[in-house]
């Protein structure tokens, strides 16, 4: 499959597509959850994380829209300090201490598998539009994305949120390197590691 770099006139229609993909997904469902039900808080979010990859121009998609793939590359950080403070005053605002507390904690606990890895390209998100799903699209393009990175000599590394994916991506070379558990309702979270070339 051809895939491309997205653009910034489509962060919207990706920031779509990774809300509802991890609309279900047993780690930031839960840390993400509000008492009441409310998820329009779930758009904003993601949209941090989206727009945080496409300052580098790592974001990638299938051409239709179908896919998208959120990278980060060597030693750069997910969020600008400016859109760090705008996390934070979402947060403070839908999440009440106790629920604060635990994403500060899920989120240090990212950071520290993240950190301890040599240097790689960092799969942060990748999802698939609901009406695509089961035709193999998100598998494409994670190939084509880590062929990118293996010509650039570098790594690939992920935090899976859902079991269920981990087959996915061990597939495509991945191995399990460590884990660590979610704190609402201790998910596991499974690290893996992709050489260069899969090997």
């Given at each position: ?17 990774v ?29 941090l994380f ?16 179908e ?29 009440d ?11 240090s ?9 040599a ?37 690939s ?43």
């Amino acid at each position: 499959m051809e895939t491309r770099a997205a653009s910034a006139a489509e962060a919207d229609a990706i920031t779509r597509v990774v809300t509802q993909a991890f609309a279900t997904d047993p780690v930031w469902e839960p840390a993400l959850r509000r008492g009441e039900g409310r998820t329009d808080h779930h758009e904003p979010y993601w949209r941090l994380f989206v727009d945080g990859a496409m300052r580098h121009g790592t974001v990638r998609t299938t051409p239709g829209g179908e896919a998208c793939a959120v990278w980060l590359p060597p030693g750069s950080a997910e969020l600008a300090d400016d859109q760090v403070a705008v996390l934070e005053a979402l947060l403070a605002k839908v999440l009440d201490a106790p629920a604060r507390a635990a994403m500060e904690t899920l989120y240090s606990r990212f950071a520290m598998s993240r950190n301890a890895q040599a240097p790689h390209y960092y799969l942060s998100l990748l999802a698939t539009d609901p009406a695509h799903r089961g035709r193999g699209v998100g598998q494409a393009l994670l190939a084509a994305d880590l062929a990118l990175w293996d010509a650039a000599g570098f790594p690939s590394y992920l935090e899976s949120t859902n079991p269920g994916n981990d087959h996915r991506y061990a597939r495509a070379g991945f191995r399990a390197v460590g884990g660590f558990q979610a704190v609402v309702d201790d998910a596991p979270i499974t690290a893996m590691w992709r050489a260069v070339g899969g090997r």
